[in-house]
């Protein structure tokens, strides 16, 4: 019977630390999320001055606004942005909830329910009817479409053959 308690209590610990990781990752991805709104937040400010008070560029014969090159330099950052939140961060956090996952599996073997990780999970697929995967998609997709129109729309509308 102490053996059992004792084990319940280590697989306890274990699971705790396990949420631990879950959150840390959880903590990263959303400062990367802040950081990268930041950043573009700046750069497209930066266009919008640019575009009041700038110049134009001319590249071999062809000129266009300044303003350009800072929307299309955020589409270069926002990309990275998502490449490192969505196959760098989301995939380590993915690795913690499965882990967490499995451990909440072996605690159910014995008296104690936990299911937090499942619950989680759960939750996050009923929302949009989306996993979490698809939702961090849609997020930085549906940015990079508008700052991809605002460049269209002030380079090939700045544009000029010289």
Same mark, same amino acid.
């Given at each position: %019977? &102490?053996?059992? @308690? ?6 306890? @610990?274990? /699971?705790?630390?396990? +949420?631990?990781?879950? %959150?840390?990752?959880?903590d990263l991805c959303?400062? +990367?999320?802040?950081? $990268? ?7 497209? &400010? $930066? #266009?919008?001055? !640019?575009?009041?008070? &700038?110049g134009i560029v ?7 606004? *300044?303003?350009?090159?800072? *929307? $299309?330099?955020?589409?270069?950052? /926002?990309?990275?942005?998502? !490449? %490192?939140?969505?196959? /760098? ?10 882990? &967490? ?6 605690? !159910? @073997?014995? #008296?104690?329910? *936990?299911?937090? !990780?499942?619950? *989680?999970?759960?939750? #996050? ?12 998609? /849609?997020?930085?997709? #549906? ?18 053959? $010289?």
């Open positions: %019977m &102490g053996e059992e @308690k004792g084990n319940d209590e280590l697989q306890i @610990k274990v /699971w705790e630390k396990t +949420v631990d990781v879950q %959150m840390h990752f959880n959303l400062k +990367v999320r802040s950081l $990268a709104v930041s950043i573009l937040g700046v750069l497209l &400010g $930066a #266009s919008a001055i !640019s575009y009041r008070f &700038g001319t590249v071999n014969d062809l000129e266009f606004h *300044i303003a350009a090159v800072f *929307i $299309a330099l955020s589409m270069m950052i /926002w990309a990275a942005f998502y !490449s %490192m939140d969505r196959y /760098w961060y989301h995939e380590l956090l993915k690795g913690a909830v499965r882990h &967490g996952r499995e451990v909440e599996k072996a605690l !159910s @073997k014995s #008296s104690l329910i *936990i299911s937090l !990780s499942d619950s *989680i999970r759960d939750a #996050s697929h009923n929302s949009l009817n989306k996993n979490a995967a698809s939702k961090l998609n /849609w997020f930085y997709m #549906s940015i990079l479409l508008v700052q991809f129109a605002m460049f269209l729309v002030v380079f090939f509308g700045s544009l000029k053959i $010289a």
